[in-house]
């Protein structure tokens, strides 16, 4: 599991860092942001907003843990919930989040936790809701993942049975996304570590855009 997050992290770091300097985008949208220090640990180029998505709990607990320590990007904390996705773009609009301008989403290990119609529903509302030259970066898993994770009895919460990934990267485009899709084979070689073919990562671009690719 530790390569698995080394790598996802590094690969999600590197594609942050791009689109933020090289198509100066200056929003970027962690959904069920958890503990993520990007806002700490990164080198953020000037004027970017970082906003975290989590629940009160959550929010609360990062702020005790990390309030005191200056971020290295203007950080905003929201509460909101991925299966309310109009509830979260009214919150971010009143933080100052303009959907006409390019945004960049992360949705890192959180679709394993999704019904497949809520995650379509959550990739939709995000394409529609967001700028020209807006980005998307999403990880994915299979069962290998789960059966990974009750060996080591960290599957709390996780659905029973996910989708394969290419199933979901379907869903990802259909919902108005234009995406590539690193495979785990293709990670394994570039580090040289063996992630047990538990890891996809999904770049995408809004459809119909200039410079869609990704």
Not at 112 to 123: D, G, H, I
Request: with cysteine; charged share 20%.
């Amino acid at each position: 599991m530790q390569d698995v997050i080394a790598v996802r992290t590094r690969v999600i770091d590197d594609h942050l860092m791009q689109w933020c300097k090289r198509d100066n985008i200056k929003q970027v949208v962690i959904l069920a942001s958890g503990f993520d220090t990007r806002a700490w640990r990164l080198r953020w180029p000037p004027g970017v907003n970082l906003y975290e998505v989590d629940s009160a709990m959550i929010c609360n607990v990062k702020y005790t843990a990390l309030g005191e320590i200056a971020p290295n990007c203007h950080r905003l904390a929201l509460i909101g919930d991925v299966f309310n996705m109009p509830q979260v773009f009214r919150s971010l609009q009143a933080l100052g989040f303009d959907r006409t301008q390019p945004s960049i989403w992360l949705v890192e290990d959180v679709v394993e936790y999704m019904l497949p119609e809520l995650a379509s529903e959550m990739f939709s509302a995000i394409a529609h809701s967001c700028g020209s030259g807006s980005r998307l970066i999403c990880t994915l898993s299979d069962v290998r993942l789960r059966d990974l994770l009750k060996r080591y009895g960290h599957a709390m919460h996780l659905i029973e049975d996910f989708e394969p990934a290419g199933v979901v990267l379907n869903r990802i485009i259909d919902a108005g996304w234009a995406c590539d899709m690193l495979l785990s084979g293709e990670l394994e070689s570039r580090f040289d570590v063996d992630l047990n073919s538990c890891l996809y990562i999904v770049l995408g671009a809004r459809c119909g855009q200039a410079g869609c690719g990704t």
